[in-house]
């Protein structure tokens, strides 16, 4: 399964929950690519400029992360991509992997939400966790780059049929549950029942 959305979404909240509830390990490159940074890492080093400016990293880079994050065994059995795909040519670089595997993806959620809503959203977070790319500038470029480069692959997706569309506007659990239904109404059903959100708003 992927998650796209526009950064604010409320994409890797949402990511960690259906991962509890498929049983399935939530893989986010943006997660992986700060744990690099933060332990001054080679790639680490590599990608901190591009993430600090809002920009996206290379696709080499982020296709061979993906590669490797999804090689290893956890992910054997079905895993769910937080924030990757992410431009055509990662679209191309995934699905030789599906393919090498004999698998395919089961379904796409696009998380929607304005943008006044997403800004605001990430603008808490800078208070909250101090990102260094939650400022007002570098996120209003995160939403340029967002909608060049990752919202055409929407329709590359949907014309693949693989696309359920959920509005990101409510409480986390709310969200939640929509998208639990959404994926119940196409026969994906959840192995575990999740914990109600910590911090629900
Ligand atoms: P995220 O946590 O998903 O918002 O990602 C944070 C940052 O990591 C992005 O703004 C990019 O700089 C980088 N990044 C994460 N995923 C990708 C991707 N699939 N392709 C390129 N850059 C990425």
Redesign the pocket.
């Known amino acids: 399964m992927l998650l796209i959305g526009p950064?604010g979404a409320g994409k890797?909240t949402q990511a960690t929950r259906l991962a509890e509830a498929f049983v399935v390990p939530a893989v986010?490159?943006?997660?992986i690519?700060r744990f690099n940074v933060k332990n001054e890492t080679a790639l680490g080093l590599q990608v901190k400029a591009?993430?600090d400016a809002?920009?996206?990293?290379p696709d080499t880079l982020?296709n061979a992360i993906v590669k490797d994050r999804l090689g290893e065994s956890d992910a054997a059995s079905g895993f769910l991509l937080d924030?990757?795909?992410?431009?055509t040519d990662?679209v191309a670089e995934l699905d030789r992997l599906l393919d090498d595997e004999g698998t395919k993806l089961d379904a796409v959620v696009l998380i929607t939400a304005d943008t006044d809503e997403v800004v605001s959203r990430l603008l808490k977070r800078a208070e909250e966790q101090g990102r260094a790319?939650d400022t007002a500038d570098v996120i209003r470029h995160?939403l340029d780059v967002y909608a060049e480069q990752t919202a055409p692959l929407i329709d590359v997706y949907s014309a693949r049929g693989l696309v359920i569309t959920i509005d990101g506007l409510g409480a986390v659990d709310v969200v939640t549950d929509r998208i639990l239904a959404a994926l119940a109404d196409r026969g994906l059903h959840a192995t575990n029942t999740i914990e109600k959100a910590a911090n629900p708003s």
């Open positions: 950064p890797g986010s490159t943006g997660d690519f591009f993430m809002g920009a996206y990293v982020t924030g990757y795909p992410r431009t990662q790319d995160r």
